[in-house]
């Protein structure tokens, strides 16, 4: 089955620096890549996610790239800020209709 | 649209006895899913279920964990005989229809085992 491989288990970058985390999964059949953000104490939630036809996707100072052919995939925080401190969390599926397998998280702090 | 309700929000079990999580799913959400959360282990797959059907339960432990979804009313993940290494938070997500690939997740269910 799946496996989704994550780095760093925690990141720890200076408020408006960029932040990045990476993945790996092992099933090539995989074509949804999303990231779910999760603050402390409360539920994951999407921030943004991408699909295997696109290399890349941007959504204000998140970004997330996939390179199918290594089977690996980013999320890039620019300016980071306070509020960005949480776990994140990558994800990978095969199709709408498959469970979809989470990597253990980073845990992000943001420094002042 | 209330969201993805999960109750209890916490539950104590003494060992060997019998927990019960609820799930309501999102209005017009017919797909749930279930995942354990253990500090620094990230979201662990259960299972998968829909309307009166398990789509996969590759995550769910063999012995004591079963998990249902019935035509009215909530989805239950039953724990029996619970021991201590069930303690974890346990997060129930739907999404519509199998449409969409996006989770909605409860607030979670903290069980202790004492």
């Known amino acids: 089955g799946e496996n989704v491989e994550q780095h760093p288990s925690t990141l720890s970058v200076q408020e408006g620096d960029s932040a990045v985390i990476k993945c790996t999964y092992s099933?090539?059949?995989?074509?949804?890549f999303p990231w779910y953000k999760q603050e402390l104490g409360k539920r994951p939630q999407l921030i943004i996610d991408?699909?295997?036809?696109?290399g890349e996707k941007k959504d204000q100072r998140i970004a997330v790239t996939l390179n199918k052919t290594a089977k690996h995939f980013s999320l890039h925080i620019t300016e980071t800020q306070p509020e960005d401190s949480a776990v994140y969390f990558c994800?990978?599926?095969?199709?709408?209709?498959?469970?979809?397998?989470f990597g253990k998280g980073t845990r992000l702090h943001i420094l002042p | 649209n209330a969201g993805v309700m999960q109750n209890p929000r916490h539950l104590v079990r003494r060992r060997g006895q019998e927990a019960r999580l609820r799930c309501s799913p999102m209005?017009?959400?017919?797909?749930v899913y279930w995942y354990r959360q253990l500090p620094e282990e990230g979201l662990k797959f259960m299972v998968y279920?829909?309307?009166?059907?398990?789509?996969?339960e590759s995550g769910m432990p063999k012995e004591r964990f079963s998990a249902e979804f019935p035509k009215e009313g909530p989805s239950i993940l039953r724990i029996q005989q619970v021991v201590r290494g069930d303690s974890a938070a346990y997060f129930c997500?739907?999404?519509?229809?199998?449409?969409?690939?996006?989770?909605?997740f409860g607030s979670g269910t903290q069980l202790s085992v004492l």
């Open positions: 997500a739907s999404s519509p229809n199998g449409k969409e690939e996006k989770l909605f």
């Open positions: 991408i699909r295997s036809n696109v």
């Open positions: 209005k017009g959400h017919s797909h």
């Open positions: 994800a990978a599926s095969r199709n709408r209709d498959d469970k979809i397998i």
């Open positions: 279920l829909q309307k009166e059907n398990i789509i996969d």
């Open positions: 099933d090539s059949a995989s074509n949804y």
